[in-house]
């Protein structure tokens, strides 16, 4: 298979169409699969250099499944996410996931655990980083110190929601700023995070904790942009049902650290041969990933031939 460039160039009629397209944002690169490889699974673009089957895929970092057993064809890392988008530009994947609820009576007892949702997310060693710049930490619910750790037990981060008394809340309430409902920011480079509710019992801890209670209390991490359409001026955290939430995912190539170490053994492993492209560093732990160079578009990704 030749590896001919499939990074190529707008071209415009007139100098001022070119400038113009300078000035605007680069179109997302093209799906372009290997022959004889699907580049859907349902309604979700597949482009290489994720795969689905090994065959397809640039390596297993990048394996996919498209589960057919669903109404709606699910798309699935070899991780177990749930994919609905990905992204060669932005160099994100966007998955769907529950949030954690449990649920308690008067007293604080706990009476329901969803044991159907797993309080962990692994992707340690994998392709996939959680997205520190777009993603937030939530604890929903009150009284409810969400918080998460990392794959060998300590403590990485949390926030605190509580609730004010019904007859002290404001026209103003609502967000996810600590009334019902707070937020955070996660570390660079996690690839593994796992999540707790902690309540609190009456009498125990300061009397501010027990100002107004929910039956049922989540945490879960997502996408802030999902937070901030779904919790913008809403002023009633009081929720018992199931719900998904959208997460961010960042993938690179990560064999190696950074580009300067790929680059040098180019004529191997390293992906980013094709002309106008270039090879990016990783923002989210080690790696990189190819880009087209501005004004021009594509997958920058060459593709190998499929394996037997």
Known sequence: MSETGTCTLHLQAVAFVVLLLRLAPVTQASVQQLPGCPDKCG??????????????????????????????????????????????????????????????????????????????????????????????????????????????????????????????????????????????????????????ILSFKPGQGDPIFQGDKTYCRYVFLADEKWIETTYRDRPDFNRTDDFTVHVVIDWAIRNVGNCNAAKLNKTADYACRYSHSDCVNSTNGAGYRCNCFDGYKGNPFPRRRMRR
């Open 43 to 196: 309604d979700i673009n597949v482009p290489y250099p994720f795969g689905i089957g090994a065959r397809c895929a640039r390596d297993s970092g990048f394996e996919l499944t498209c589960d057919q057993s669903y109404s709606s064809p699910r798309l699935l890392s070899r991780y177990g996410q749930h994919l609905v988008k990905l992204s060669l530009a932005d160099g994100e994947a966007i998955a769907l996931l529950n949030a954690t609820r449990q649920c308690y009576n008067s007293t604080e007892d706990l009476v329901f655990v969803d044991s159907s949702t797993q309080n962990y997310m692994p992707l340690d060693g994998s392709t996939y980083r959680f997205s520190a710049a777009r993603n937030r930490f939530v604890a929903l619910g009150c009284p409810n110190l969400g918080y998460f750790v990392d794959s060998t037990g300590y403590y990485l981060s949390g926030c605190t929601s509580i609730c004010r008394p019904v007859q002290s809340r404001t026209a103003s309430s609502g967000g996810c700023t600590g009334e019902g409902c707070c937020q955070i920011k996660i570390p660079q480079n996690m690839d593994y995070y796992e999540q707790h």
